[in-house]
C-alpha cells in the first residue's frame, strides 16, 4: 500500500475527505501546509444543490460543527486528522460555491484501524530536535580507513550500529534517547548516491499503554526545555514519528506484516519545525552534557519540573527568543528568580537583603546567589550587593512610575548575569549541582561574564550601587 512518508512546507495535497458516518458521500479537500497556518485543510462545497450532496459539508461550516476527526485518501495514500477545529468559510453566492478550512491538532500521515471517531491515542512516540546529536554525544557510525604508503585513503568501511540507549522513568512514563540510523539510495540519470543517516531520537512510552499525543509531548517537552538552558538558545521540534497497533502496514490479502513509525505532524510544534535550523557555530555549548547529567539527573529534572515551573517556563520562554530585547530577559529572568527564590526558602546572611523587616525581591535573588556561590571575582562586592543591583534594575524597568529605563548598560550586564543564574539553576534541578557548577564556583567558566563587566568598566558595591571602574583597575 502506498504511503506519504513526509510533508513539507508549502506542500498543497488534493484528495477525498472520509467522515466515517455511513451514506455520507465522499467530499474533495486540499491539505495546504504552510508556516502561517501550519495543516489546513480548504474544503469547497455547493451552497445549493438539488441533490443534496453538500448538504453535511454546509452544515460543518455554517453550524460549525465539523467532525472532530477525518481522513484525506490521495493518490499517494491516506492522511488522517485528529482535533479539527472550524476556521471559518467564505460564500461565493453568485458562483454557488463555499470554501470551509479547518485546522487539525495532529495529522497522521496514515490510516488508522477502528473507528474513526475515537479519539487518538498513541503507544510511541520519537522525535527529534535541535542539539541532540551534539548535547548526548550518542553515535551509530563508525569508519575505517584503509591507505597506501602516502597516506592517500584507498578504501574507507562505515559500519552501522545502535550503542546502548540512555533510558530514565518519570512516574508511569519511559523516556529513551537512542542513535537511529538509516541508509537510502538516490539514483537518477545522472548522480549515484548513498546516504547515511545517524540522528538521535527522544523517545516517550506509558506503562498503561496508548495515551494523547500531548501527554507525550508534555514529558518530552520537559528534555527540550532543560536543552534551552542548557544551550542558552531556541531548542526546536523537527519531527514527531508515532507508532501504535492501529496504525498498520498490511499485505494485499489484509494481513498485517508491520507496525511501522509514522509522521505525526502537531499544532503545538509544526512552527518550530519550519525555524532555521541552526548551524554548530549558533548552537554553541552546552554548560553539560548528557553523560554529565545522567539518566539519574533527567529523571530528576522531570521529577522537579511541575514544582519548578514558575521558574523554568518564563526563562525558557525568553532564552527561545533569539532577538529578544535586554529588558525582556531582565523582567522574565527576574521573574524566574524571585519564583526560585520561593522555593529555595531562607538562606544563612539574606536578612540585609530584607526590606522594612520583610523578605524583598533581593531576598529572593539573594537566596539564588547564596545557593549557586558562583565566584564573581573583583566586579562585584558581595552576593547581597549583587542582589540589590538586580532587583533594583528589574524593578526601574517594570514599574513605570519609576521615570525613564535604567542605565542601558546597567541593564545589559543584569541581562546577562541573570541569563548565566537560572542556567546554573537549571543544573542545580538535575540534582547534579555540586559537580556540574564547580568551574562556575572556582571562577574557571565566568570570563565571558567579566569581559562584559569590563567593557562596560563598571563594577557592583556592597550596596548595589554601580561604581565606574577606571582603565588602571583593569591592569
Not at 398 to 403: E, I, M, P, S, T
Amino acid at each position: 500500500m502506498m504511503a506519504i512518508e513526509k510533508l513539507t512546507l508549502g506542500d498543497r495535497l488534493t484528495g477525498h475527505l472520509v467522515d466515517g458516518v455511513p451514506d455520507t458521500p465522499f467530499q474533495a479537500a486540499i491539505l495546504d501546509l504552510s508556516e502561517q497556518y501550519g495543516v489546513r485543510l480548504e474544503v469547497p462545497y455547493v451552497n445549493y444543490d438539488e441533490a443534496g450532496q453538500f448538504k453535511h459539508v454546509r452544515e460543518w461550516f455554517r453550524g460549525e460543527a465539523a467532525p472532530t476527526n477525518l481522513v484525506l485518501h490521495t493518490a499517494d495514500g491516506p492522511i488522517s486528522f485528529f482535533g479539527n477545529r472550524w476556521s471559518g468559510y467564505s460564500e461565493n453566492t453568485g458562483r454557488n460555491v463555499s470554501l470551509g478550512k479547518l485546522s487539525p491538532a495532529e495529522t497522521v500521515l496514515a490510516s488508522r484501524d477502528g473507528s474513526l471517531t475515537d479519539a487518538l491515542r498513541i503507544q510511541t512516540v520519537r522525535s527529534r530536535l535541535d542539539g541532540l546529536n551534539e548535547w548526548t554525544r550518542l553515535t551509530a557510525t563508525t569508519d575505517e580507513r584503509e591507505t597506501d604508503e602516502e597516506q592517500r585513503v584507498q578504501a574507507v568501511t562505515y559500519k552501522l550500529r545502535s550503542p546502548e540507549e540512555v533510558q530514565w522513568r518519570h512516574g508511569d512514563v519511559t523516556l529513551t534517547l537512542r542513535a537511529e540510523w538509516r541508509v537510502e539510495e538516490h539514483t537518477d540519470g545522472y548522480n549515484r548516491a548513498v546516504e547515511l543517516s545517524d540522528n538521535v531520537v527522544l523517545e516517550s512510552q506509558f506503562d498503561d499503554g496508548p495515551r494523547s499525543f500531548f501527554d507525550h509531548f508534555v514529558e518530552q517537552r520537559k528534555v527540550a526545555s532543560l536543552l534551552v538552558f542548557l544551550y542558552g538558545r531556541q531548542i526546536s521540534f523537527r519531527e514527531h514519528k508515532v507508532r501504535d497497533e492501529r496504525f498498520a502496514s498490511r499485505m494485499m490479502d489484509g494481513r498485517v506484516y508491520h507496525h511501522p513509525f509514522v509522521e505525526l505532524i502537531s499544532e503545538r510544534t509544526v512552527r518550530e519545525r519550519f525555524t532555521p535550523v541552526p548551524s554548530r557555530k549558533e548552537l554553541g555549548r552546552a554548560i553539560a552534557h548528557l553523560q554529565q547529567i545522567g539518566p539519574g539527573g533527567l529523571s530528576e529534572w522531570s521529577t522537579q519540573y511541575d514544582a519548578w515551573s514558575r521558574f523554568i517556563l518564563p526563562s525558557a520562554g525568553v532564552l527561545s527568543r533569539k532577538r529578544a530585547f535586554i529588558e525582556d530577559r531582565v523582567i522574565s529572568t527576574s521573574m524566574s528568580l524571585e519564583a526560585a527564590g520561593a522555593m529555595i526558602g531562607e538562606r544563612h546572611g539574606e536578612k540585609e537583603t530584607y526590606g522594612r523587616g520583610r523578605p524583598s525581591t533581593a531576598t529572593n535573588i539573594y537566596r539564588c546567589l547564596d545557593l549557586l556561590q558562583v565566584d564573581w571575582g573583583k566586579h562585584v562586592a558581595s552576593n547581597v550587593g549583587l542582589a540589590r543591583a538586580i532587583a533594583n534594575n528589574y524593578n526601574d524597568v517594570k514599574h513605570a512610575d519609576r521615570g525613564d529605563f535604567p542605565n542601558s548598560e546597567h541593564t545589559y550586564l543584569v541581562s546577562s548575569v541573570n541569563s548565566l543564574l537560572v542556567r546554573l539553576l537549571a543544573l542545580h534541578l538535575t540534582g547534579k549541582g555540586d559537580e556540574l557548577l564547580e568551574p562556575y564556583r572556582n571562577g574557571d567558566e565566568l570570563w565571558d561574564i567579566r569581559q562584559r563587566f569590563e567593557s562596560v568598566a563598571v563594577s557592583v558595591t556592597s550596596d548595589g550601587a554601580w561604581a565606574e571602574v577606571s582603565n588602571d583597575d583593569h591592569l
